[in-house]
């Protein structure tokens, strides 16, 4: 018999359904779990635990009565990046360490009004910046499968926590490969769908033409679930794209076969480690014998993706981290003599040296003389790059990479040095760039840390992905494991 | 790309962000290797190619010019760091006469 936080979140809707288990019990086995494990991962910033079980007997209610909602009584956690009414929204940061969000975000509300239980916010990178969980003014994220190892960034306490049994499944957000990068080293499977498809209305903004939201599951079919409660359009974010939002979880089954995946021969060119590489040989052994055909694909401006990427997502959020100035909320220094000191110190002293980094690069580039030729051509590359997704996607159906360079690596090993650190997206950034929604499912594991591997398709085609995410499952048992702890 | 402490001081006030002097070595070094990563995009010829503002190339919709939100100063105001009668307090920007 499986302990009750190893079901699927299918699986633990049938047995909500049934009366096998209720979901106090459910939430009560999550939160005894979360008092064990997370004072080592440092998953949790905040735990909501009587909040949880208020919600828990209400979604009990609902079974009783016979009319639960669709998520009802599912245990699943918040990146702290979307505000939640009455709760700390602190985005990893001291800036932002005292701030009781005044309403809830797009994303916390459908959640709510899908009947699911939040258990607590999420550690992660300060305002999602950083590949390893280390910024985060909230201490370092430890990765579960090996404590002196890191998650993966910024989304990595939603991948720990969901990794390690702590949430049922967890939101997140994804700028440059902050969802698909901590699933990759923690061994879940993680979709960023279409830049629009997830509000943004209540999530913290970094680079606002790039972030989105998403979610961290164990398997492909319970972000399926997930997804559906998230998804929609939102008057409140005039980027929210106003489409219908099919049905992830009836569709997922539907066949795979005949599905053209390509190999963009750029990343494949890249001296990968053997065990990525054979990982990745494994898996397309897998999806050929489900019927899909693989070929090679060009994409030839894939080389430009990390310095566009640190140009464009910089001065975006250079412009929209000015807003922390210490006057309306958050962190405010001493003393202030002026109206410039009160600016400048509590800059100085509420942002951590990565967010510091990343604002300054941001206000050279947006600065005069400088503007043309870093932001400007920075945006017209952007255009060459998704350009090459269009002309790959008139071939192929989807596209298919590791998700990251290698496992997971230690603590400390590479925060003293920025770009090496920024080298974990390599893969990741493009469809950020591009806009286009990506996948990350476990494909391996190497030294007992997981390996993963990315698909990336269309706009508005999560369905294949998710689909095509399921099938590759269904076929092999890497996203089973569950770490020791 | 060699960045000069000039250049540093500027673009941190443009920022607003202070910098403590004794970081200065250590950040000009790591600002200038992103700089290196960045300068790859001088290669790419874009000479008939228009910048990609958003990702879908979409443009902003409109909406009616209605009041949507509803006053709510002092629930709001519970996060401001000093504030009074409903007023944010900041220092004083008016310089003084003599």
């Known amino acids: 018999m499986p302990e009750l936080y190893q079901l699927t979140i299918k699986e633990k809707l049938e047995g909500l359904k049934n009366s096998s288990f209720s979901s106090l019990e459910l939430t009560e086995s999550y939160l005894e779990r979360i008092k064990r494990i997370d004072p080592e991962l440092n998953s949790y910033i905040t735990v909501i635990e009587e909040e949880a079980r208020v919600k828990a007997k209400e979604s009990d209610q609902r079974y009783q009565a016979g009319s639960p909602l669709p998520l009802d009584g599912i245990p699943i956690a918040h990146k702290d990046i979307f505000c939640t009414e009455g709760v700390l929204t602190s985005c990893g940061s001291k800036m932002l360490a005292n701030f009781i969000s005044p309403y809830s975000s797009t994303v916390v509300k459908k959640y709510e009004e899908s009947g699911s239980v939040v258990l607590g916010k999420t550690n992660m990178d300060e305002f999602a910046m950083g590949s390893s969980n280390e910024t985060s003014y909230f201490g370092p994220v430890k990765n579960p499968w090996n404590n002196k190892c890191v998650p993966g960034g910024s989304s990595g306490g939603s991948a720990a926590c969901v990794s390690a049994g702590l949430a049922a499944g967890a939101t997140a957000t994804d700028t440059g490969g902050s969802i698909r990068q901590p699933a990759a080293l923690c061994g879940l499977t993680g979709i960023k769908p279409t830049y629009g498809r997830v509000s ?147 800059r100085e002293e509420g942002f951590g040296p990565e967010v510091k980094r990343r604002v300054l690069i941001g206000t050279y580039a947006l600065s005069a003389g400088y503007y043309d030729a870093y932001y400007l051509k920075a945006l017209k590359c952007r255009r060459l790059i998704a350009g090459d997704f269009d002309n790959a996607f008139k071939s192929v159906d989807l596209i298919l990479s590791p998700t990251a360079p290698d496992i997971s690596f230690a603590l400390g090993e590479k925060s003293s040095n920025p770009v090496e650190m920024y080298k974990q997206d390599i893969f990741t950034i493009p469809a950020n760039l591009a806009g286009l929604p990506a996948i990350s499912i476990p494909c391996g594991k190497h030294k007992g840390l997981p390996l993963g591997l990315q698909l990336m398709s269309k706009s508005l085609e999560e369905s294949k992905l998710l689909r095509t995410a399921h099938h590759f499952q269904l076929n092999s048992d890497w996203h089973k494991s569950w770490p020791s702890l | 790309m060699l960045i000069k402490d000039r250049d540093l001081e500027q673009i941190a006030y443009l920022a ?81 006469q003599g």
């Open chain 2, 16 to 96: 607003r962000i202070n910098i403590d002097k004794d970081y200065f070595p250590s950040l000009k070094q790591e600002l200038e290797s992103i700089l290196d990563l960045v300068k790859k995009i001088n290669s790419a010829d874009t000479e008939s190619v228009k910048p990609m503002f958003h990702p879908l190339d979409l443009f902003q919709p409109l909406r009616k010019d209605e009041v949507t939100e509803k006053d709510e100063r002092e629930k709001l105001q519970k996060n401001a760091p000093l504030s009074q009668a409903g007023l944010f307090l900041v220092p004083k920007v008016i310089e003084d």
């Open chain 1, 200 to 346: 943004r209305y209540g999530m913290v903004a970094f680079a606002s033409s790039l972030d989105q939201g998403g979610v961290l599951t164990k398997t492909a079919e319970d972000a399926a679930y997930l997804l559906k409660a998230m998804s929609g359009h939102d008057p409140k974010d005039s980027t929210s794209l106003n489409v219908e939002v099919p049905d992830y979880i009836n569709e997922i089954n539907q066949d795979i076969k005949g599905l053209r995946i390509g190999l963009p021969k750029e990343f494949f060119s890249m001296n990968l480690p053997q065990h990525v590489e054979k990982s990745i040989s494994d898996a397309l052994k897998v999806f050929e014998k489900l019927g899909t055909k693989i070929k090679e694909v060009e994409l030839p401006h894939l080389d430009l993706s990390l310095p566009v990427y640190y140009v464009i997502a910089p001065a975006e959020c250079s412009a929209n981290l000015s807003r922390y100035d210490g006057v309306k909320f958050g962190y405010r220094c001493e003393n202030p003599k002026d109206l410039d000191d009160l600016y400048m110190r509590t």
